[in-house]
């Protein structure tokens, strides 16, 4: 079936960098562009970014742009989206999707505390 | 950016009551609305979308209306497990989403 696999929990220190991975099977990995969206503690929906996994493309949110990377590894069907320069409220879980809204990662949990 | 206004933020309702929850577009964005929910410590999940395509597997008592900047989610008959925040998102560009609507059974 159709699945995007993520990465485990993180925890970080203020200033460190975080890479979360994504792995999608059951489809052409290629064929969809993959979103970014987080979610801080008790708050909403705040998409990040997307990459088009087969030119490799990539589109931020203007808040995120200069901090937040998102790279693709096509030969293992993975989206990565790293986030530099940490700060306490960065704390959030990452979610990975696709763009057909179907399917979603089942969230990383990043920690940032000194 | 553009933004999406839902109403209202919480509301709780009987089992077997109609709810009905709106959500409003900064500007036009056609049909390109989208519902979830998202129960706690789970990633959401698409109920509706293009506004008012049910999504695969969902119930039929969840349904979407509307068009260019007004739009609504309606489920026509609460259940108990309809407990849950509800989102709405535009696709139109890029991404945004509403600020949730949280549902609780009386």
């Known amino acids: 079936q159709v699945q995007l696999v993520q990465s485990g929990a993180e925890v970080k220190k203020p200033g460190a960098s975080v890479k979360v991975s994504c792995k999608a099977s059951?489809?052409?990995?290629?064929?969809?562009?993959m979103h970014w969206v987080r979610q801080a503690p008790g708050q909403g929906l705040e998409w990040m970014a997307w990459i088009d996994p087969d030119s490799g493309g990539t589109y931020y949110a203007q808040q995120f742009q200069g901090r937040v990377t998102v790279t693709r590894d096509t030969s293992i069907s993975t989206a990565y989206m790293e986030v530099s320069r940490l700060k306490s409220d960065d704390t959030a879980v990452y979610y990975c999707?696709?763009?057909?809204?179907?399917?979603w990662g089942q969230g990383t949990t990043v920690t940032v505390s000194s | 950016d553009i933004q999406m206004t839902q109403s209202p933020s919480s509301l709780s309702a009987s089992v077997g009551d109609r709810v009905t929850i709106t959500c409003r577009a900064g500007?036009?964005?056609?049909?390109?609305l989208n519902w979830y929910q998202q129960k706690p410590g789970r990633a959401p999940k698409l109920l509706i979308y293009?506004?008012?395509s049910l999504q695969s597997g969902v119930p039929s008592r969840f349904s979407g209306r509307g068009s260019g900047t007004d739009f609504t989610l309606t489920i026509s008959s609460l259940q108990p497990e309809d407990s849950a925040t509800y989102y709405c998102?535009?696709?139109?560009?890029?991404?945004?989403f509403g600020q949730g609507t949280k549902v609780e059974i009386k």
């Open positions: 999707a696709r763009d057909l809204l179907d399917v």
């Open positions: 059951g489809y052409t990995f290629s064929e969809n562009y």
């Open positions: 500007q036009d964005i056609s049909t390109y």
């Open positions: 998102q535009q696709s139109y560009r890029t991404w945004t």
């Open positions: 293009s506004a008012s």
